[in-house]
């Protein structure tokens, strides 16, 4: 791409008389930069990481000396705005599919992703996705859970959510394993919470239908962890007495929600990060997973909601607990 036509693109200004007149890939990692591409820098000190890895532009919209005269220097007004230019120029060379979709439906799509070469993730954070930029064909499909962030760059984005699906025989087995009917078809037992099964529906519709029900044990959304009494991991459903990891904080209500409602015979308690008002007395403060095992071997409980962790980094803590006891 040529220097003028991107500093055209950034509403920017190029401040010095390049020997280059173009760049080949754009960049928001130092560490990756290639000779001849094009940077967009958010600091000095990536920037200059940049030009020492080979950068023939930079894009940036902070006070800094040129250091390179060869190199092209395009100054801007932000390193965002900077962003979603150079986004919604480029994309709008194509016929795209673009959807927003909400946290859980963002997650099952990229579990199933290998069953459609054309499916895109684009983050909340623009700089984290520009190698779409290098890659996008026409008609291929773009999906972000960022609303406001697609109407910037493509504003011709849908709802990817379908309208409620009609779900007959459903039968929560626990709060974990679901069995159902829909369209034609028996699920049984399926390791999902009939909390996110229009979400599933939704994502096993856009699959036409195919989907491998063992991946499923990749899904993170409200996934249990299983406990003996010693707080040490079991496997599924061996035992009344597990946890529930849950980093995403904005699908916290509707998970506790859940829990009061279809488990509010046993006894549940709150581990969090912070203290959060609306959990009452039932909750514990753990900065660090190195003390969830004491606080919880310390506590009665049948559930243990843990905001601010994820699912991952709880178990292998605790599994890493176990080992750790097995060598004493």
Excluded at 6 to 19: F, R
């Amino acid at each position: 791409m040529k220097i003028s036509s991107i500093t055209d693109i950034v509403e920017g200004e190029l401040l010095n008389t390049p020997s280059i007149s173009f760049v080949y890939h754009i960049k928001t990692n130092p560490r990756r930069v290639n000779e001849g591409d094009l940077f967009i820098a958010k600091n000095s000190k990536d920037l200059q990481l940049a030009i020492d890895n080979g950068a023939f532009g930079v894009v940036y919209d902070f006070e800094t000396s040129i250091s390179d005269k060869e190199i092209a220097w395009i100054k801007v007004d932000s390193y965002s705005n900077a962003l979603v230019r150079l986004f919604r120029f480029h994309l709008s060379h194509f016929d795209l599919n673009v959807f927003y979709c909400d946290d859980v439906t963002f997650e099952l799509l990229q579990i199933y992703k290998s069953l459609n070469k054309n499916l895109k993730f684009l983050t909340s954070n623009l700089e984290d996705s520009v190698k779409i930029l290098e890659n996008i064909e026409a008609n291929d499909i773009l999906v972000s859970t960022n609303k406001e962030v697609l109407d910037k760059i493509y504003p011709n984005n849908v709802n990817f959510k379908e309208d409620d699906h009609r779900i007959e025989n459903l039968t929560s087995h626990s709060l974990f394993e679901t069995s159902f009917s829909y369209d034609g078809a028996y699920f049984f037992k399926v390791k999902t919470s009939e909390l996110y099964l229009q979400q599933f529906l939704d994502v096993y519709n856009f699959y036409n239908q195919e989907l491998d029900f063992s991946k499923i044990k990749n899904f993170s959304c409200f996934k249990p962890v299983f406990v003996d009494r010693f707080i040490n991991v079991i496997d599924f459903g061996k035992s009344d007495k597990f946890l529930i990891p849950q980093k995403n904080k904005s699908l916290v209500d509707d998970e506790i929600a859940y829990i009061k409602k279809r488990y509010k015979y046993a006894r549940t308690i709150f581990i969090t990060t912070e203290y959060i008002d609306s959990l009452g007395k039932d909750q514990y403060i753990v900065s660090s997973l190195k003390n969830l095992k004491e606080v919880l071997k310390a506590q009665k409980f049948n559930c243990a909601y843990i905001v601010g962790f994820d699912f991952t980094k709880v178990e292998s803590a605790l599994v890493k607990s176990m080992h750790e006891m097995t060598l004493l």
